[in-house]
């Protein structure tokens, strides 16, 4: 069980890093704001973070019954950071709690989900999230440098 609690470490130490930037906009309305070509915020990629964990970790391993409106991780605006806050502190228990519900039969075991044309592990499937998870955290630490001056 050491993959199973080493990826429960890694996915609550970055969805934290997530959470620190969110909180170190030192303007709130520079979290919503795009520039150029640049067109998600720090904002709707910290909603397509929490979305995308809730359903691929929380709905598909823990069977939480979380039903994703993707299109509403781009299109909401101007969240409180309070409210990102909550939700990222949330999506930390959810995923902490499946990840733990998974046996190691379970966590090596083949598995069919929508986004993969092929059936993966569950390992597989969760390395590849904490991946996505810290390319938009790149991507937020990044905007938030640019933007918020």
Known sequence: MILNQTL????????????TEI?????EENLWKIEGKV????????????????????????KTGYIRERELEF?????????????LEEVIK???????SLSEEELFAQTSVP????????AFLL????????YHLGQINYHRRLLDK
Do not use: M, P, W
């Not at 959810?94 to 733990?100: F, H, L, Q, R």
């Not at 390395?127 to 810290?134: E, K």
């Open 94 to 100: 959810i995923v902490d709690d499946s990840i733990k």
């Open 127 to 134: 390395l590849h999230l904490h991946a996505h998870l810290n």
């Open 39 to 62: 067109l998600n915020s720090a904002g709707n990629l910290c909603l397509h973070l929490i979305g995308n964990l809730n359903h691929f970790i929380g709905a598909e391993i823990g």
């Open 8 to 19: 429960r470490t890694l996915f609550e130490r970055d969805i934290n890093k997530v959470k």
């Open 75 to 87: 299109s909401q605006k101007n969240i409180l950071r309070t409210e990102l806050i909550k939700k």
């Open 115 to 122: 986004k993969f044309t092929e059936k993966q592990t569950n």
């Open 23 to 27: 909180e170190s906009y030192k303007n």
